[in-house]
């Protein structure tokens, strides 16, 4: 059982930056790869980024590459997704999940967050 807590969310003007943190206990955190997804109201979940186990590889949206950065460390039990240049169109609630497989799915992910809101005002 792996529980994940995410931090950092909350109100930013268009343009700027947050850094959002998820934290899981136990001490199979290196054992999977973890994900970011958003759901913004009335829209369904949708993929944000995704890293593997060791920090080898990683996934982007197309509508966050090269403005979001997810990294990990799994000596912390931590991931991170930095948001810069952000948008009016990201806010949303934001998600992290912990999965066996670097995927864009949701259905490959096992535990997940209670996610964070996120609200960038224009």
């Known amino acids: 059982q792996v529980q994940l807590v995410e931090s950092g969310g909350g109100l930013v003007q268009a343009g700027g930056s947050l850094r959002l943190s998820c934290t899981a206990s136990?001490?199979?955190?290196?054992?999977?790869?973890m994900g970011w997804f958003r759901q913004a109201p009335g829209k369904e979940r949708e993929f944000v980024t995704a890293i593997n186990r060791i920090s080898s590889r990683t996934n982007y949206a197309d509508s966050v590459e090269g403005r979001f950065t997810i990294s990990r460390d799994n000596a912390k039990n931590t991931a991170y997704l930095q948001m810069n240049s952000l948008k009016p169109e990201d806010t949303a609630v934001y998600y992290c999940a912990a999965g066996t497989v670097t995927s864009g799915s949701a259905t490959d992910y096992v535990y997940w967050g209670q996610g964070t809101q996120v609200t960038v005002s224009s």
């Open positions: 136990g001490r199979t955190f290196g054992s999977y790869a």
